[in-house]
């Protein structure tokens, strides 16, 4: 791996590691549906303007319009669904730990589908990495079950499983697709279904369409989605999903950072060990991967 992609995933960990407080402010004016299909649908706008001014080719064959459907269904509807309602239920350590069970499960499907595999240096790295994740998380964990608590681990799950199964369908995308306009149209079929249950489950009306909202929104969908979702796709063609994928453990890491920077949040001894396994963890793996090349 490159020093430049290693900098572009470490990017991509960053944006999406500060998603979770703007969807926190954002639903305070916003029913969790219609908040997330106009994220998905505005940052996918976002990304097809920009091919659109840039001449980018529109994906063609029905091989490959049918793995952007599955990627918008599982990243998009069936990820942020389970990502807007879960923070409803559970505490954001619980979430967290949920979530990044994907890392996990992303390798199963990888080595089913995709012919990756992982040898026991690289077994270890993912254990590490989602001990580190635990451990992170462990204050949240043990605070207690809430009302709703096993709906809210449900819903994370969900958004685990959905992000799992759609980055293994983006890594069965031909090199040749042009990352701007697929993950465009994956964000904008991806919101279709979530707009929808919106209509049939939510008022729309009780949209508080406050400068700060739409502040909010915007970042959100931009930086927090066009952008990173664009810069991983790109990655994902250069490297392996399971080396990639091993950065996201960074995110409850980079969580931590932005909590102490902005919240006052402060580190303790269990979450400096969990730290540490992350940052093993994700060594572990890039070092079997070389030693598999």
């Not at 029913?31 to 997330?36: G, I, R």
């Not at 040749?176 to 306009?181: H, K, N, P, Q, R």
């Not at 991806?190 to 049939?200: D, E, I, K, N, R």
Request: hydrophobic letters at 65%; aromatic letters at 10%; one cysteine or more.
């Amino acid at each position: 791996m490159t020093v430049r992609i290693a900098l572009r995933l470490l990017a991509v960990m960053g944006l999406w590691a500060s998603c979770f407080p703007l969807i926190t402010l954002g639903l305070e004016s916003s029913p969790q549906l219609a908040f997330a299909a106009m994220r998905a649908a505005l940052a996918g706008l976002c990304l097809l303007f920009l091919g659109i001014l840039f001449r980018r080719p529109i994906p063609r064959g029905a091989l490959i319009w049918a793995l952007i459907v599955l990627v918008a269904l599982a990243t998009t509807t069936l990820g942020f669904f389970g990502m807007f309602f879960a923070a409803e239920f559970v505490s954001p350590g619980v979430a967290t730990v949920i979530a990044n069970a994907q890392p996990l499960l992303a390798a199963v499907l990888a080595h089913a589908f995709l012919g990756e595999r992982l040898n026991t240096l690289g077994r270890i790295g993912l254990i590490a990495g989602f001990a580190g994740v635990i451990a992170i998380a462990w204050p949240g964990l043990a605070s207690g079950a809430a009302s709703g608590y096993a709906l809210g681990i449900t819903y994370a799950f969900l958004a685990a499983v959905g992000v799992a199964v759609g980055v293994v369908a983006m890594k069965r995308l031909p090199d040749e697709v042009d990352a701007i306009m697929a993950m465009g149209f994956q964000l904008l079929l991806g919101a279709a279904p979530l707009a929808l249950l919106s209509v049939l489950s939510e008022d729309f009306s009780s949209v508080v369409w406050s400068g700060d909202f739409l502040v909010v929104l915007v970042v959100l969908s931009v930086f927090g989605t066009s952008l990173p979702i664009w810069l991983w796709f790109a990655a994902l063609k250069q490297v392996e999903l399971s080396r990639a994928n091993a950065f996201t453990f960074l995110v409850p890491l980079l969580g931590l950072a932005i909590g102490a920077a902005f919240f006052n949040e402060r580190l303790g001894w269990v979450q400096a060990a969990g730290a540490a396994l992350i940052l093993a963890g994700i060594a572990l793996i890039q070092r079997d991967a070389v030693l598999r090349a």
